[in-house]
């Protein structure tokens, strides 16, 4: 790392990969001091001119023509991992390659900050923080939903401690089918709603209340992988109840919802957001509910998505530049949803409860 004008550090950044929550962390990269992507890896020879039209999401900005001044290009990954003025590498390339471009750049010298999932399986996950511990590097691990408002406020409320234990909690994580998205059913590619969507809220709960003790999953499946479900985390008699549903429909006139109610001793908290046909609406605005039996509407900042990605990485700059690591993108806490999911659905496979 060297230092700019200001005697801040500079990270200097390589992206892997140039799809669309490439360009998301590009953006991100360009509103964060301390920061700055220096190369990007891609093997689309377009992209690596800049063109970026063909790039297309679900939230956030369409592409567009970009300007690489100053940009190294580079189509094959190797030589960008031989680029001695990178120090960390960000990883947007699809999962069933996070763990191998993972431990290579690990053990080039750079820190990673890895897209979630963090791997497909746990043992890659051990692999990957194995390779970390060697290298004397960081990787962190892009869980974005803790850093979007609702959840936000949710995890500081809830360490406020100002409404006592946290009693449980239920979440919800329902998108139409993707059918756009290549790979998404392949367990061995994208892992299907269990590795893509769900792993959200497997992180956010462990976040919260930790690894439980069993789980209990019930649902359907396709192609061999979870579709739609409804999981019971057991934390022991005196634990905390927490529920999760999760999964597609096939329907596309709601492509999205999101939401949760937690409970704590003195307040519950309440949010549902949803996309119904070209209407995004909340369908419960972020609530408390008090003790008293008080009503407040919790007014929150930062209605663009990619908002949450702009805090997402200044975390990263943050915990990269000053040695420090992340209570919410540690390496521990993804590996650990990682393993969540692996036994909701070895529970739905097999039809019982599954110890973790």
């Known amino acids: 790392m060297i230092r700019n004008k200001e005697s801040d550090i500079m990270l200097k950044v390589g992206i892997a990969g140039i799809g669309f929550m490439g360009m998301i962390h590009y953006l991100s990269y360009q509103k964060i001091r301390g920061a700055k ?44 991992l031989a680029d001695e003025q990178i120090d960390a590498i960000d990883i947007t390339l699809p999962p069933s390659l996070h763990a191998d471009i993972a431990v290579k750049a690990l053990r080039a010298g750079k820190h990673v900050f890895c897209e979630k999932p963090m791997a497909l399986v746990p043992a890659d996950c051990r692999r990957m923080v194995a390779a ?3 290298a004397d590097r960081q990787i962190l691990v892009g869980h974005v939903l803790p850093f979007f408002p609702e959840y936000n ?39 299907g709603p269990l590795l893509d969507l769900h792993i959200h809220d ?11 003790l069993t789980v209990s999953t019930t649902g359907r499946t396709r192609s061999e992988l979870a579709e739609y479900w409804h999981s019971q985390f057991a934390y022991g008699p005196k634990g905390p109840v927490v529920q999760a549903t999760s999964g597609t429909i096939p329907q596309q006139g709601r492509q999205f919802l999101h939401g949760f109610e937690i409970h704590l001793e003195k307040a519950t908290l309440l949010f549902e957001f949803a996309v119904i046909g070209d209407k995004a609406e ?11 039996g008080k009503v407040d509407y919790i007014s929150l900042a930062g209605e663009d998505p990619t908002h949450a990605f702009d805090a997402e990485i200044r975390e990263v700059v943050r915990c990269l530049s000053r040695g420090e690591t992340s209570n919410i993108l540690n390496a521990q806490l993804a590996q650990d949803a990682i393993l969540l999911c692996q036994k909701q659905a070895e529970s739905l496979s097999k039809g019982r409860a599954v110890k973790v």
């Open 37 to 80: 992507v220096v190369a990007i890896c891609e093997q689309d020879q377009n992209r690596l001119t800049g063109d970026w039209r063909d790039i297309k999401g679900n939230f956030g900005p369409a592409g567009t023509i970009m300007d690489l001044k100053g940009v190294d290009t580079y189509s094959q990954i190797d030589d960008m």
């Open 132 to 134: 970390a511990e060697k």
């Open 153 to 191: 406020w949710a995890l500081k409320t809830i360490r406020s401690g100002r409404y006592g234990k946290l009693l449980g909690g239920n979440f919800k994580r329902v998108i139409a089918d993707p059918s756009w998205l290549a790979n998404y059913w392949q367990a061995d590619k994208v892992g």
């Open 202 to 212: 497997a992180h956010f709960i462990c976040l919260l209340f930790g690894m439980p």
């Open 282 to 292: 909340y369908l419960c605005p972020p609530t408390l509910l008090s003790q008293k």
